[in-house]
């Protein structure tokens, strides 16, 4: 089974940037869609960016524009890049991984290994 483990989380500056990494153990690594979602003090995780086996990518409304997932299978690693943070994006950040073509339409369900969480904290 797949083994995910986050990094890159800490204290940025609001408008700053910030990249953070999952590293993933796992034959089958290339072929799975990979996500990021967060989880802010007192709220429900939500869904932040995914990106599909062939590249494809989907992102929540409140990150488009600003953050950008992507892939190294080489390296077996999914990364997010995070630009123009926002005091609202402090949350824990976790990875997530499914058997899945696509991160299109797919449910927190569909998500079987997760990573456990880098804190990023965005200050005004």
């Known amino acids: 089974q797949v083994q995910l483990v986050e990094s890159g989380g800490g204290l940025v500056q609001a408008g700053g940037s910030l990249r953070l990494s999952c590293a993933a153990s796992?034959?089958?690594?290339?072929?799975?869609?990979m996500s990021w979602f967060r989880q802010a003090p007192g709220k429900e995780r939500e869904f932040v960016a995914g990106?599909?086996?062939?590249?494809?990518?989907y992102y929540a409304d409140s990150v488009k524009g600003r953050f950008t997932i992507s892939r190294d299978n080489a390296k077996v690693t999914v990364y997010l890049q995070m630009n123009s943070v926002k005091p609202e994006d402090t949350a824990v950040y976790y990875c997530?991984?499914?058997?899945?073509?696509?991160?299109?339409?797919?449910?927190?369900?569909?998500?079987?290994?997760w990573g456990q969480g880098t804190q990023v904290t965005v200050s005004s």
């Open positions: 990106i599909g086996r062939s590249g494809s990518t």
């Open positions: 997530a991984a499914a058997l899945s073509p696509s991160p299109a339409g797919l449910s927190t369900a569909a998500y079987y290994t």
């Open positions: 796992g034959r089958t690594f290339s072929s799975w869609t």
